[in-house]
């Protein structure tokens, strides 16, 4: 889901690693902002990346800024953007019926 609003999409990415390739995707993620970054699909702001469990597996979330919608869109069509999605996705898998990957973009609230 994108916003309809101009500017900086922020999405939190989810990813359900298998345990059996955890180095190789860590490999993958460490490569993976710098992608977006090199092709100007994402603000300057680097990457968060955290490891930790979910009941029954490893769980990597990385939060990241999309420059825009648009960005988001030229992602999806770059080859080299998608040759390491493909190589991430038999790292991942689904689990307790959660997809292998999910991507929502959030917005930030205002101080309470």
């Known amino acids: ?7 900086p999409e922020t999405v939190i990415a989810h990813y359900r690693v ?3 390739r955890e180095g190789e995707f860590r490999g993958l993620l460490d490569r993976h902002w710098g992608v977006l970054h090199r092709l100007g699909l994402v603000t300057d702001a680097p990457s968060q990346r955290y490891r930790g469990r979910e009941r029954s597996g490893l769980l990597y979330v990385e939060i990241f800024a999309w420059r825009d919608a648009a960005a988001v869109e030229a992602a999806h069509a770059h080859p080299e953007v998608a040759a390491v999605w493909e190589a991430m996705e038999p790292c991942l898998e689904d689990r307790d019926g959660a997809p292998k990957w999910d991507f929502p973009h959030v917005q930030a ?4």
């Open 109 to 112: 609230l205002p101080p309470a």
């Open 1 to 7: 889901m994108t916003s309809p609003t101009p500017g």
């Open 18 to 20: 298998r345990a059996d």
